[in-house]
């Protein structure tokens, strides 16, 4: 017999993909209905659900519609629901926000109304889906975005969504100081149950570009002086234990895939549930990609969801949570 040239591989990882059955059985990471939550768009005023070129699959809800999209969510068995609205008009100040019949306010009363406690309806709290020059907070006579002025209507929407039925508000202007003066405001205004999502490490990004169609808004500028540096992910860290600290229930970390270091690394640091955010461009290019053939959707969809929960994500906001749950095992 010929003398072998080598020894043949004694560890051989492949045992443990030979089966479907066996891939399952040592899978470390899945992604649950109940972890996923849909993010929803409500237009004030609106007739029909209007399509949102940028984000194929994704509308502009009306009242009516939004119920409906709602109570499927529920058997479908998602974790909860974030709602925008989309006001009929803007002003400098997003005083539609703060309007107990505006569209956001009155959305979350329908909503609740519709599933009861059966999700989590969760509502964004922040002034850009009401500016007309579609920041974050109000603006000082040089055009700043100014902080504190900003902090106190924070303060004000905040009751607002409680009142209207938020069982979770989400403060994702990256103002200083907005979760304390959020959490402050609820408690003083009798809504201690009220608990808080907030955008802790949430960064000036290009994939939030299809979002602006989404909730009609027109920035002028950008957004660089509060949302957070892509080059930095200690930042990122240090904004969550911030925010933590001021008594922030969970943290999220926005967007999702580009970021999944900084996921990581708050993951490690702080022991809050942590959401993450596949936001409107990382959907927008999966499902574009796949309009041409180039990529398949559904398997897309399941590698990024799977991937952003085993950095650590507790919690995924995605616009695909419905048309992926009926696909998780
Ligand atoms: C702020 C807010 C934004 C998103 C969620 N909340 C826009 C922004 O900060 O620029 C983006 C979500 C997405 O892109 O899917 N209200």
Same mark, same amino acid.
């Given at each position: 017999?010929?003398?072998?040239? &080598?020894?043949?591989?004694?560890?051989?990882?492949?045992?443990?993909?030979?089966?479907?059955?066996?891939?399952?059985?040592?899978?470390?990471?899945?992604?649950?209905?109940?972890?996923?939550?849909?993010?929803?768009?409500?237009?004030? +005023?609106?007739?029909?659900?209007?399509?949102?070129?940028?984000?194929?699959?994704?509308?502009?809800?009306?009242?009516?519609?939004?119920?409906?999209?709602?109570?499927?969510?529920?058997?479908?068995?998602?974790?909860?629901?974030?709602?925008?609205?989309?006001?009929?008009?803007?002003?400098?100040?997003?005083?539609?926000?703060?309007?107990?019949?505006?569209?956001?306010?009155?959305?979350?009363?329908?909503?609740?109304?519709?599933?009861?406690?059966?999700?989590?309806?969760?509502?964004?709290?922040?002034?850009?889906?009401?500016?007309?020059?579609?920041?974050?907070?109000?603006?000082?006579?040089?055009?700043?975005?100014?902080?504190?002025?900003?902090?106190?209507?924070?303060?004000?929407?905040?009751?607002?969504?409680?009142?209207?039925?938020?069982?979770?508000?989400?403060?994702?202007?990256?103002?200083?100081?907005?979760?304390?003066?959020?959490?402050?405001?609820?408690?003083?205004?009798?809504?201690?149950?009220?608990?808080?999502?907030?955008?802790?490490?949430?960064?000036?990004?290009? &994939?939030?570009?299809?979002?602006? !169609?989404?909730?009609?808004?027109?920035?002028?500028?950008?957004?660089?002086?509060?949302?957070?540096?892509?080059?930095?992910?200690? !930042?990122?860290?240090?904004?969550?234990?911030?925010?933590?600290? !001021?008594?922030?229930?969970?943290?999220?970390?926005?967007?999702?895939?580009?970021?999944?270091?900084?996921?990581?690394?708050?993951?490690?640091?702080?022991?809050?549930?942590?959401?993450?955010?596949?936001?409107?461009? !990382?959907?927008?290019?999966?499902?574009?990609?796949?309009?041409? +053939?180039?990529?398949?959707?559904?398997?897309?969809?399941?590698?990024?969801?799977?991937?952003?929960?085993?950095?650590?994500?507790?919690?995924?906001?995605?616009?695909?949570?419905?048309?992926?749950?009926?696909?998780?095992?």
């Amino acid at each position: 017999m010929a003398t072998p040239r &080598f020894h043949l591989p004694v560890v051989r990882p492949r045992r443990l993909r030979a089966t479907p059955a066996m891939r399952r059985l040592v899978a470390e990471t899945s992604v649950r209905p109940q972890q996923l939550v849909l993010p929803v768009f409500v237009r004030e +005023g609106a007739l029909e659900p209007t399509a949102i070129s940028s984000m194929p699959g994704v509308v502009q809800h009306t009242r009516e519609s939004l119920k409906s999209a709602v109570v499927e969510a529920a058997e479908l068995g998602l974790g909860g629901v974030m709602l925008f609205g989309v006001p009929a008009a803007k002003d400098a100040e997003g005083s539609g926000a703060l309007d107990p019949d505006g569209i956001l306010n009155r959305a979350i009363a329908d909503v609740r109304g519709e599933i009861g406690d059966d999700l989590v309806v969760m509502a964004d709290l922040c002034l850009d889906e009401f500016t007309s020059h579609g920041h974050c907070g109000v603006l000082d006579a040089r055009g700043r975005v100014d902080n504190d002025a900003t902090l106190s209507i924070y303060a004000d929407m905040a009751r607002c969504l409680a009142e209207a039925g938020a069982h979770t508000v989400a403060p994702s202007g990256m103002m200083d100081g907005q979760v304390a003066v959020v959490r402050s405001a609820l408690d003083i205004a009798g809504h201690s149950d009220v608990s808080i999502l907030a955008y802790s490490a949430k960064y000036a990004s290009a &994939f939030f570009g299809p979002f602006r !169609e989404a909730v009609n808004s027109s920035l002028e500028g950008d957004r660089k002086t509060y949302q957070q540096d892509p080059a930095n992910a200690r !930042e990122g860290v240090r904004e969550a234990l911030i925010d933590v600290e !001021e008594g922030a229930d969970m943290v999220m970390v926005k967007p999702a895939l580009a970021y999944l270091d900084v996921l990581r690394d708050i993951r490690e640091a702080v022991d809050v549930p942590i959401a993450a955010y596949q936001v409107s461009g !990382e959907y927008a290019m999966i499902a574009a990609a796949a309009q041409n +053939g180039w990529i398949d959707r559904e398997a897309a969809l399941l590698e990024s969801l799977t991937s952003i929960r085993r950095a650590g994500a507790d919690v995924i906001l995605t616009y695909a949570a419905a048309e992926i749950a009926p696909l998780l095992g």
